[in-house]
């Protein structure tokens, strides 16, 4: 029987690297890994540690906060110092709560859509002054809002509305930085041939606001939001400037008052480490509530660019 022989070429044979190089790249692999553990550790021990501290000091009645170590439990008395916070001075606490969620909710929501239609203004219209108005908007978001309490209270003061809930949330509704994120997001996402095509086919520019540029604006609006509601939350010199009525306080305002009000001879150090700690977790839940827009924003980020 004859054998047919082919030329068939031979498969690569593929090479292994020899006891050195295996080494020598598992050396420098784990080396590299090693360190970006140890300071990733660093970094989540520094920013989670005051947390952590606050957790623990808030089950601790005022002798164990001053006899006891910062970083280790005391006797347990974590709801008898959420039922006395609660019921302090009738509650006004409660009411704390609901002043921050009003001016931080509904500020930071009007605020958002502002500077969206800001920023769409700006990247999407030619208009007289243009690049003058954004440098304007650049230079204000530099601008730390403790050095405008003073002429905003002098405002207000000849409004006459110092001491009422239009004294927060009127500055609140002008945020620069929303307006340059939402510039430069709506410039970046929002093609101007989708805008074309929708004048052609008749839509207004409201229209095309509300059904074309809001869709593929939301995790732009949400990090605005998050950014806008975090500062109205912790804004604690303008609200001391612009209110003396406890019951307009925000939660920050109110629980400093406890620390430095000389009148009341209770130690209220439990209450006001309670109370911080009751004002954190709404912000916890906000942000991993709404971070599944981030990840959709990063996708689409990453599909358009």
Do not use: C
């Amino acid at each position: 029987m004859a054998t047919i022989l082919t030329d068939a070429p031979e498969a690569p044979v593929e090479r292994q690297p020899n006891h050195a190089e295996r080494y020598v790249g598992a050396r420098r692999f784990s080396f590299g890994s090693l360190l970006a553990l140890i300071f990733l550790s660093v970094l989540a021990i520094y920013f989670l540690m005051p947390l952590y501290w606050l957790v623990i000091a808030s089950t601790k009645d005022n002798s164990d906060l001053f006899g006891t170590f910062g970083l280790w439990f005391g006797q347990f008395n974590l709801f008898a110092n959420l039922s006395q916070l609660f019921t302090f001075e009738n509650g006004i606490f409660i009411r704390w709560i609901e002043n921050t969620a009003l001016y931080a909710g509904v500020g930071g929501a009007a605020s958002t859509l502002i500077s969206v239609m800001a920023g769409y203004a700006m990247a999407k219209f030619k208009f007289f002054g243009q690049n003058l108005i954004f440098a304007l908007v650049l230079g204000a978001v530099l601008v730390p809002i403790t050095t405008l309490a003073l002429p905003i209270y002098l405002l207000e003061s000849k409004m006459g509305i110092t001491s009422t809930y239009w004294a927060l949330l009127l500055p609140s509704l002008l945020n620069p930085l929303g307006v340059y994120l939402a510039r430069i997001y709506i410039a970046a996402s929002v093609p101007d041939e989708l805008i074309a095509a929708a004048r052609i086919d008749g839509a207004s520019e409201w229209r095309i606001f509300q059904s074309v540029v809001l869709p593929v604006m939301v995790p732009g609006m949400v990090t605005i939001f998050l950014f806008q509601f975090v500062a109205i939350w912790n804004n604690f010199f303008l609200a001391l400037v612009v209110l003396n009525d406890p019951n307009l306080f925000p939660l920050n305002l109110g629980l400093a008052t406890w620390n430095f009000d000389p009148a009341s001879h209770q130690l209220l150090y439990n209450l006001i480490v309670t109370g911080s700690l009751v004002s954190v977790l709404p912000l916890i839940v906000l942000f991993l509530f709404l971070q599944r827009f981030w990840r959709s924003g990063l996708t689409f980020g990453g599909l358009t660019g």
